[in-house]
């Protein structure tokens, strides 16, 4: 029997959930509805960021023939990591892995979607409908409909056999969920904004290399009162350069920039100075800049990622929202993918069956990648000092004593596919000795 199968949202998770079902099964019937327009024809998002892919995010694509190939064209092949000194006033570069084949793929998320999108395409003909300037108006759980609002401005009302949010943060799908009982959901927005903006690659900018920097300002003189801005330049293809920047701000404040600039001059003279020194940015591209409304960063968490009654299921974002400091919010929506798609193949669709075990199964994993993104980022300098010092030990001994010693926190995260609630336990020490130490920060802050 073929399924109606709506998936609302066609970013990165939603189109791969569309490849797998479809590259296994023909019995499916699977409608993705977007609310934006396609971006092969108009690039709608000038603040889009980059996705890493790493090892978990490779093999995710890889389950498809073809697909990483393709993907893999549209980004960047990154090996080596350079992080900023400012006691030697220069970058310092070190190699991630000396493995041929082992590295972090840093692409656009436009153009991953650009990428899925024409993947799709080739191999489906009316399999797949892909529907964009459609958002989701409404949506029925007893009754099993979805009421959209098409390009033509008129409204349609498409039913479902499975519906599957994958609609970002502000998912539409699991804000029908909160309507029903026993849904619990936790949203915690954090005192971190970010901007993005895209320029020509300078000469002086390796392609295969990730720039990083990260500077702690203080107020007034003011042993607690401070501000962080991390700050990261990201070659992309076509000699272009991403540069992405998070500081500290209120959650409240809709309008900023990072701390000390109140003008584009005051942007272009940090940058080039102090934070990412070498890589300059025109009164044009400041402008852009300064004038772009900052991003928040938010962390969702849910109870449970399906609703059995309305035979509904969150993926991605929809189910557990996070900040990207590890850069694990695209490779752990992949994770939903692959979980989903092998319960359907393994309980042969049967969905009462399929869709308890899915929660049973990713909820504790959606709460352990959000918990080790948070929880292991410390605001305290001495803190942030033991922990990067511990990591570089734990590393050592790893290669000297594999049996005895784990590998370290990013090693686990990004060269290998151990589970995200294995991985948290592991670090479980850290994770609450970091959240003890920023509690007391924020409470002296306040």
Known sequence: MVKNIVIIGAGP??????????????????????KRSDSRANNYSKRAFVVGLTRRGQQALKAIDGLWSSVKQQGIQIRKSAIYSQKKQGWQSFLRNKEPDNFSLLINRNDLCIALLNELEKRNNNQIKIIFDSPCIDINLKEHTVNLRVNDNSLITQSYDLLVGSDGVNSVVREAFMKRPGFDFQQKYFDTAWKTIHIPRPKNIAVDTSYLFRKIYREDRSRFKQYSLSGAAIPEINDRLCVLMFWTQEPTQLIGNPPKVQTYSDLQKMINEEWLPGIEISDE??????????????????????????????????????????GQGCQAAFNDVIALDKLLQEEADNLNVVLPKYSQQQVKEGHAITDLNTQLLP??????????????????????FPKLFSPPLFFLLSQTTVPYSEVAQRFNFWMRLIKWSNDRVMTKVK
């Not at 998770?13 to 977007?34: D, F, K, M, T, V």
């Not at 449970?304 to 929202?321: K, M, N």
């Not at 605001?379 to 000297?400: C, D, E, P, V, Y």
Request: aromatic fraction near 12%; charge should be positive; hydrophobic fraction near 35%.
């Open 285 to 326: 591209q400041a402008q852009e800049f300064c004038n772009q409304r900052p991003s928040t960063v938010v962390e969702t968490k849910c109870n449970r990622y399906h609703d059995l009654p309305g035979q509904a299921v969150l993926i991605g974002d929809a189910a557990h929202g996070m900040s990207s400091y590890l």
């Open 379 to 400: 605001k305290a300098k001495w803190l942030i000092f033991l922990f990067n010092t511990a990591m570089g030990i734990t590393s050592k001994m790893n290669k000297r």
């Open 13 to 34: 998770a939603g189109l791969l959930l569309a490849h797998y079902l479809s590259n296994r099964s023909n019995n499916y019937q699977i409608y993705i509805y977007e």
